[in-house]
């Protein structure tokens, strides 16, 4: 019998749903060294709390997140909260010993995630664990593109073309939910989803973001305040108006430490687009393109390859070559959203059982945090090119 | 608390796997009214039934699938082998008073299939429920084409195109694996796969074919025996060679009873097919496509519109307006293939709940069963075109 | 200055305009031997013929097709004709020793085909040339489709999926244009667009169809006269009604004298397809797709590559190394439907000049007729095999 | 028989070529009013010249561009030659009283752009008409766009997003040809394929850019000087380097004057790219996709619609419904790059025959000038927003 990891959860809305989701099966399918048992989650209103533990699968609820800091049971503390809470839980987790899972992004603020990291570099002394859950670096695809770029797929990189779009703000009434308001979510679609597009795009180049120059902006400028409970994703607004402090969109381009130019685009106001997250590489020797809402495929171009024959190759991700999709079914048989929470969840409990340092962590997401910052920066001042600080 | 709804598989290699999978997560997702409880996985090996029940979260394991139908705590008999064994315990089951699920192709004859309706028939007089595992009918985008259909988009239909194509039997040295024989199989690509086309045709068409004129073909006549265990999909060829007694492929055209014509392909020598599942209708309204590997998408054409802007729309299946993707997240949040087994199991249990027929019945996968015995008919008369029993 | 080579057309309809464009354009694009000279067209109405003449730029018009054949200036008559002139036209044509270019289907009947075939033998042996007009075969990509093919892309062909779906026929008031009437078009969707496809999978796999399996169907059996002119593709119907007396759709199922088993499926009754012919190749080493409505693009996959990073590449065949696309334009600016006449009449130039004899030959189409015969037998004998004549 | 409209044209490379093609089948296709004469070709060598005659078939030749100012047969100077020349040669014909088409971009420098706008206009006066190649206007999905636009389908435009993609220059050793001589070309990417993406932008919202922060970058600073003749596009290197002096990319964000933000992407250096010209817009009602090397389709979405069955639609511009596929073949049969030449050039001619100012005029092409000025301001400035003159 293997020993088991316990998991505490606080927050269960989208992403403690998905995260229940990756817990309850990743042993099936990955076995772990360590058997993940759902024990307890945590949350603000009782009766919800538990309502979501008898769904979700988990032995308990509570609605003090800092019980779990003491219970012997609980091996790790699994953070599924707005960002303006990531802090606090987390150094606290840490400061306990319990290894720590955090959703993305990582902070409100670059200061708050210097703490985070802080707090992590001084667990991880003491063996205990961090890591971010920037998700899309867990896609088969996207690993495949990793590895493929390793073995030299691109060259030099010359271009990174990176968008995040969804269209969810598309209704002007849509209500003033949690991710509109800055004191919670620290930003809107920068914060949100360019994220994500910044992770993978220093993911998969191994690099990092030099300066940027930025525009954001908010299309909608006041909202109805959510007249029922608020998921910050859902809802309905009720008469009451309400200012939305964070932005709608945002736009920059930058430059790599590499010297390869980089364009992103997040944006929760592009009509027809649902979740489409994109990426295309171009390098010297080949390049790469891959968007999420075909996530089995990723197009490779060899660029030394017979120009008569050449062009953009569409790679189903499900023959093994990742290291995920090999544990599911066979070739074709796709995979989606959630499974990437499943891959993300199977290497963190592996790092813990082997006693390694899981990845993205705190300081590959303090780098994005500092991304984030300069876009900020960058935006403020009309768009003069900021460095990124490192 | 809800009660709960034991459940015995038999068999527990791809699909058992799969099924399994759904077990697990169908109660977090759709929250049936009765709460499923992995009780019993039966095997033919006492170690790696014992290592599957133990890695799939299954209580307990057997070798004995008959002491599965005497246990108060098994509702269900969930049916996961080869077909050769289908009719035997399906049969058993019922007759037991367990509902049963039964992977597909329900039998390996007609005569078979026959049978297991008779024995449903007589169980539906007592309240006991049976349901044939074609998971397809379960893909979202496919849902929502039968909603769309049954509201008119396509009138009359004119056409039906429909593929399967696999190529995971190319390599000549590739072994002659259980689904390779007749024996246990029935048939090759026909019966594999080529059923669950026939199945969701008829399914979106809510229309039955008339006949066929079909041809079938081994390329590949002989193949080495497996030399160590067979799973029907995957492993590696001994010294001693066997032949080879399916088909390969199966290619037939037929009308349906509408008048609609309609062509079929299955085959597992489609090099660079992994599972291109695909279906075309084509109506005097309207028209749509679908192709598994891009499962959430699908195409759907308003012939009625103006033709000046008209054209086939990739509708994104994860809308909600399905009665599947609701469930899980936002739109964009892609599915993959495994939740169309937790969708089958949702209904499943909840018709067993409700005390209602699920779908497709033992009568419909007899429907199909007869297709493909047309199919066969027709290939050893040369084409000649076969009308299929009803 | 080059000599000139003089043409004679016969028809100024659809295919006229057609090739009329590629008289005009091919000596710009690629120089043949022999400079083309539009000398005169032939018709039936003076006054449109005159009018066609004057637009598609033809130094005369004339209404009598015979006088074509006595003047020296004429060493080419081009037949754009209905199909059951061809015969009469091309045999003349060729007994009075002007070369021959003659659009498809070869005749309406084996029996004229084979007539043509022999005119075409007698005639070769006095230098005469003559040429059937299956303009897919100068699709860049169709063409280099077949030298990957003899350069071993494919190995052993398995299978063939070809397609031509169209949906101009979908309104049942569409009149009764000559296409829809036997006594001119000889066949339906069969011969029209059904022989396109044949052509094109006996061009791609140097091999011919052995016998089929068919069924033919006419969707709308009355429709109303033509009120006004014929161009067999447009116009309104008056208030009389005749009878439909050729197939709205043919489907069929076959196999190669190679073993390789084939579908075929033609039809006007494809709701949303407009010009979508189309055709897959799946071999023991590799496969290609094509689609016409992209018809820049090949698809190819190569089997025996690694599987981890294989798939379909979507070549663009603008690289110049096909026979045609080198002659226009930089990479990736993409040629369309009139260019691939262009290129045909390019290479029956350059076999004039050449003193060879182009492809296809009367001799291929009028394999491709027996096929069609071989449809129809079996279409009539409800799907029974029927061999193809040789 | 209608009156002639002679043409003489400067420069016979890529753009002679092409713009040839055009003048020999626009009035095949549209029939003008005035029958277009190709007159005389003027260009450098005169061997070369001569011979560019006879292929691309004018009357006569001359190393003399402006004896076609004296020429009663001339009627319009139609100018192919390298950027540096446009002015000169425009402000000459303008005051010859010449109609004046001219490539793209109008200029090297706003300051030329002014004069010859200013000639423009003083000629205007006196009717005599100008124009500006921006061929991607004259793709008919494009020019569809444009009027979906008008009748409201964007609603308020949120994103434009716009690039234009080659990968052309990616071996180092690909010679120093004229378009990467700033002194010939006035900039790189920016200028010759920029100019088009924020032509179309600028076209498709009927609004213009209000400032941009931008970057260039030249990824290859010295190449081999071209070892023959330099048509700018092609061609191998000698021993002897020179420096590069334009960009190899431009990348830029900016406002459009209705607030719209919007990104533009220019490179030769995306590896597998060949003319990715692609255009999307994203607006409060709806949105549009574009992509060049799928030149037929335009994809429209319609937010205003049933979620369920929304998304982007294909439409397959070959209907009729925008200006000019009508006038080529049946739906679905698909036009190609040389097609937006005959396009523009019917428009032009039909424009001098009605006494109205063709579009896009010298003013329109002077403000795109204005938008290249801006990013090169702007990139030397390290992003900082700058102004769009007006």
Redesign the interface.
Known sequence: MRPTLGIGMVGHA?MG??H??AW??V??VF?PALRPRRVVVAGRDPDRTAAAAE???WDESTTDWRSLLTRDDVDVVDICTPGDSHAEIAIAALEAGKHVLCEKPLANSVAEAEEMVAAATAARADGVRSMVAFNYRRVPAIA?ARQ?IDDGLLGEV??I?A?Y????L?DPEFPLAWRLQKEHAGSGALGDIGAHIIDVAQFLTADTIEGV???T?T?VEQRPLPSGADDG??GTGGEEYGDVTVDD?A?????MHSGA?A?F?A?R????????MGI?L??????LRFA?????ELW??D?TA???????????A????DPYSGA????????????TFVHEIADFARAIADGTDPHPSFDEALSVQRVLDAVER?ASA????ELVDS
């Not at 592009?270 to 979740?275: E, F, L, M, R, V």
């Not at 171009?282 to 390049?287: D, I, N, P, T, V």
């Not at 009309?382 to 090119?385: D, E, F, I, L, R």
């Open positions: 989208f749903r998905t229940s989701h309850r099966n042993d099936a076995q769904r979700l699968g495949l493929l010359h271009h073309r968008r779009l969804q269209d969810w598309l120059s930025a525009m902006h299309f994703l859902s969109a736009l920059f381009i930058g430059r130019l364009s685009e944006t106001f592009a009509a027809g687009a649902k979740n489409d295309e171009y390098g010297s020797k080949g390049a999420f809402e075909d996530m089995n490779i171009h660029a017979d120009p008569a024959t050449g062009g953009f190759t569409r790679v189903l499900t023959e093994g070559a599911w079914y066979p070739p074709g048989h796709v995979l989606g959203y959630d499974h960058s009309k768009g003069a090119y």
